[in-house]
T-cell receptor
Framework: AQKITQTQPGMFVQEKEAVTLDCTYDTSDQSYGLFWYKQPSSGEMIFLIYQGSYDEQNATEGRYSLNFQKARKSANLVISASQLGDSAMYFCAMREGPAGQAGTALIFGKGTTLSVSS | EAGVAQSPRYKIIEKRQSVAFWCNPISGHATLYWYQQILGQGPKLLIQFQNNGVVDDSQLPKDRFSAERLKGVDSTLKIQPAKLEDSAVYLC??????????????FGEGSWLTVV
């Protein structure tokens, strides 16, 4: 079974609109971390936002927010006020294990391609 | 602070040839990862080192792939012999240790391999 599922291969949005990229995860650990990365065509992985499983508040970083629904095991990324430069692949990833102990490497989903038009 | 350095950035080889990729992590980072990212997919972990020891190599195709991190600093990933399906971007990443959260794992720009 996949640990990270991103069901939207591609999303299209106009500038200044908000967009939600879906991510569901599967783990039996109580302690884990969820990450979102942006990968432009140049290939580098750009960290966007992080949510710990025990964090009570949804994470926010500028125009990015993470809609964390623990019971549903979902960690959707919300980008407000889309910009042309947001066009890229977006990956959801998970680190299993508690933050205070040795964890595992990041497990990535298959990604969602976001295209922002003017 | 210098980032994760990888070389070469691009490589084209014929099938059955060999290739090696080099990674220099951020200074002081004990944990180093090699990921394989096939076009249109998410990165898949190949191997994880803690200092010069292997933590996880369960997804490394050991019949053709090998990796080492002899002095616990830089690392080399080798493919021999290469197959067409090895065409991918090979991403190296590092973190201070295996405990990380937020923006504490750093990725290199990747080495793009095309096998023809």
């Amino acid at each position: 079974a996949q640990k990270i599922t991103q069901t939207q291969p591609g999303m299209f949005v106009q500038e200044k609109e908000a967009v939600t990229l879906d991510c569901t995860y599967d783990t039996s650990d109580q302690s884990y971390g969820l990450f979102w990365y942006k990968q432009p065509s140049s290939g580098e992985m750009i960290f966007l936002i992080y949510q710990g499983s025990y964090d009570e508040q949804n994470a926010t970083e500028g125009r990015y927010s993470l809609n964390f629904q623990k019971a549903r095991k979902s960690a959707n990324l919300v980008i407000s006020a889309s910009q042309l430069g947001d066009s890229a692949m977006y990956f959801c990833a998970m680190r299993e294990g508690p933050a205070g102990q040795a964890g595992t490497a990041l497990i990535f989903g298959k990604g969602t391609t976001l295209s922002v038009s003017s | 602070e210098a980032g994760v350095a990888q070389s070469p950035r691009y490589k084209i080889i014929e099938k059955r040839q060999s290739v090696a990729f080099w990674c220099n992590p951020i200074s002081g980072h004990a944990t180093l990862y090699w990921y394989q990212q096939i076009l249109g997919q998410g990165p898949k972990l190949l191997i994880q080192f803690q200092n010069n020891g292997v933590v996880d190599d369960s997804q490394l195709p050991k019949d053709r792939f090998s990796a080492e991190r002899l002095k616990g600093v830089d690392s080399t990933l080798k493919i021999q012999p290469a197959k067409l399906e090895d065409s991918a971007v090979y991403l190296c990443a590092s973190s201070l240790d295996m405990v990380f959260s937020g923006n504490t794992i750093y990725f290199g720009e990747g080495s793009w391999l095309t096998v023809v």
